[in-house]
């Protein structure tokens, strides 16, 4: 059965050329950076030449801006720890409720440290409350940190206009770009953004590996203790083969942007509008327009996202929901409740992610498979029109697992 993978923000395949470019690292060109003989020290030399493309891909000045760490939500912890470290006189820390938990998680922590964390909210179409951002803004802020766009619905957030609002009380500001590089073009020369995070499986590299914008003198403080690696701003022996299919994927994604923003946008609005022909009392989730261009998430009402997820499954089709099912009670995402997403939508969402390697034959497959597959759920389902959800967190209506 073919299998048409459209969970591309989840992770990616690797390429084909990223594979290539990694693979004499693990046996034949094995060194490590920091030996003093040339079969090692010459492997320096090729992560500098990965550190110069992903400078390139995102418009950086110096390619010394560019520290390489071992996933997104590394980078973003070390942003944001880094900063608390070097402006302790600062104790507060805002960032908005739609983030990541790579984010969210650590803010969580932070609170309990004795920090002060302001979740800016959004509206039904996920944009950011910027007057709310703006009052909550103070000469005790420390950091403000701004997802560049949302993984779950792609929304795109105004960050170098946030950036310039955080410097104006002298704070540093922060984006989590794991969804937005190679999607969108990006040009931190233009930007006043002080630090960037971003993630090798996202753009067609492997897991493991990822990176961290670090803006000229910025004030920086390591978060991983150890050895004199990457300039004294993370310990620990470079992940060789990883840092060069992160600047192959690099080169890959500059020369594929213009394709996300033409091909894969027009695909994904084949699929979406299709979607909202075909199946009755649909949505999309969040505005439309400042949108990543391989990125829609769609709530059908009166059915459960994980039911249609196992039986899109069965007929060959990845992508996520946006409701995650633990323990006997079902809670839709903490993004599309922050939107204020009716419950009855909220719990029938799923999102599709397409990528550069997706074809109109994979939009074909959903377009035929998934509409029954609703109407069938929807025959099922102990909700309607004329009986509906109660209000609140509800028992789970079929039995699923619960999502990691
Ligand atoms: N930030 C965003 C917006 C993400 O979508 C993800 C992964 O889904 C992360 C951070 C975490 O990245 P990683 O899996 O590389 O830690």
Redesign the pocket.
């Known amino acids: 059965m073919r299998t048409v993978y459209l969970d591309n ?3 990616t395949a690797v390429a084909p050329e990223v594979l290539q470019a990694m693979l004499p690292f693990f046996r034949e060109r094995y060194g490590n950076p920091s030996s003093m003989h040339a079969f090692g020290g010459d492997v320096a030399r090729d992560i500098e030449q990965a550190r110069e493309r992903l400078a390139t891909l995102l418009g950086a000045e110096h390619s010394s801006e560019i520290l390489f760490t071992s ?6 912890n070390t942003a944001i720890l880094s900063t608390l470290d070097a402006y302790p006189e600062r104790k507060q820390v805002l960032t908005t409720r739609v ?5 969210l998680s650590l803010a969580k922590h932070l609170e309990r440290k004795g920090y002060e964390v302001v979740r800016i909210g959004v509206d039904r179409d996920g944009n950011l409350d910027m007057v709310e951002l703006r009052e909550a803004l103070s000469p005790h802020t420390a950091i403000v940190s701004v ?1 560049w ?3 779950e619905t792609g929304v795109i957030f105004p960050v170098e206009e946030i950036a310039r609002m955080a410097h104006e009380v002298g704070a540093l500001f922060h984006t ?1 770009a ?2 937005a590089v190679g999607k969108i073009p990006l040009d931190m020369r233009k930007s006043g953004i002080d630090l960037l ?1 971003l ?4 753009l067609h590299a492997p ?1 493991g590996v ?1 990176a961290l914008y670090v803006r000229r003198g910025t004030k920086f403080r390591p978060f991983v203790i150890g050895g004199h690696q990457e300039r004294n701003r993370r310990g620990g022996t470079e992940n060789v083969p990883g840092i060069v299919a992160l600047g192959m994927a690099a080169e890959l994604a500059r020369a594929h942007v213009r394709d996300e923003q033409t091909r894969v946008r027009a695909l994904r609005d084949k699929l979406e509008n299709g979607l909202l022909e075909r199946v009755p009392d649909t949505i999309v989730n969040g505005g439309r327009e400042r949108r990543l261009p391989n990125t829609t998430n769609v709530s059908f009402e009166f059915v459960e996202g994980e039911a249609i997820l196992l039986l899109m499954d069965r007929a060959g089709i990845c992508a996520s929901s946006g409701s995650a099912c633990t323990s006997g009670s079902l809670e839709p995402s903490h993004v599309l409740r922050a939107m204020g997403v009716p419950f009855t939508f909220a719990h029938g969402s799923v999102r599709f992610s397409l990528s550069r390697y997706n074809t109109d034959e994979d939009v074909d497959h959903v377009l035929r498979e998934l509409p029954p597959i609703i109407a069938r759920l929807r025959e099922i389902s102990p909700f309607s029109r004329e009986h509906p959800v109660p209000d609140g967190p509800t028992t789970c209506p079929t039995s699923c697992a619960a999502k990691s």
């Open positions: 923000n989840a992770t996933c997104g939500t590394e980078s973003d983030e990541h938990p790579a984010v997802m766009a949302n993984n989590d794991v969804q995070a993630s090798g499986h996202k897991k990822g």
